[in-house]
């Protein structure tokens, strides 16, 4: 009996977003909300409307990014700083 596996739902939002705009590359992820006015995981997004736990899992989407942007800038500033000595 096969079992197919069941992405999550905002795994293919996650997915879908990343098809437009490469979200880990800092330079594409400002543009991106700049050219939108809201971060991607809010696109659209109206909190009184929606269940608090998808405010959660689009704050969680949004953090996990920048952790990964805050990783690159850091080790960009460890280069810099290398170069200086």
Same mark, same amino acid.
């Given at each position: %009996?096969?079992?197919?596996? #069941? !992405?999550?739902?905002?795994?293919?939002?996650?997915? &879908?977003? %990343?098809? *437009?705009?490469?979200?880990?590359?800092?330079?594409?992820?400002? &543009?991106?909300? %700049? *050219?939108?006015? @809201?971060?991607?995981?809010?696109?659209?997004?109206? @909190?009184?409307? $929606?269940?608090?736990?998808?405010? /959660?899992? *689009? !704050? %969680?989407?949004?953090?996990?990014?920048?952790? /990964?942007? /805050? $990783?690159?800038?850091?080790?960009?500033? $460890? #280069?810099?700083?290398? #170069?200086?000595?």
């Amino acid at each position: %009996m096969g079992h197919e596996p #069941q !992405i999550h739902a905002p795994a293919h939002g996650f997915v &879908d977003k %990343m098809s *437009r705009v490469n979200l880990l590359d800092i330079d594409e992820y400002v &543009d991106d909300w %700049m *050219r939108n006015g @809201a971060l991607s995981a809010f696109y659209g997004f109206e @909190a009184s409307k $929606k269940p608090t736990g998808e405010a /959660i899992q *689009r !704050i %969680m989407e949004t953090l996990d990014i920048f952790a /990964i942007h /805050i $990783k690159k800038l850091n080790d960009e500033i $460890k #280069q810099l700083k290398a #170069q200086l000595n």
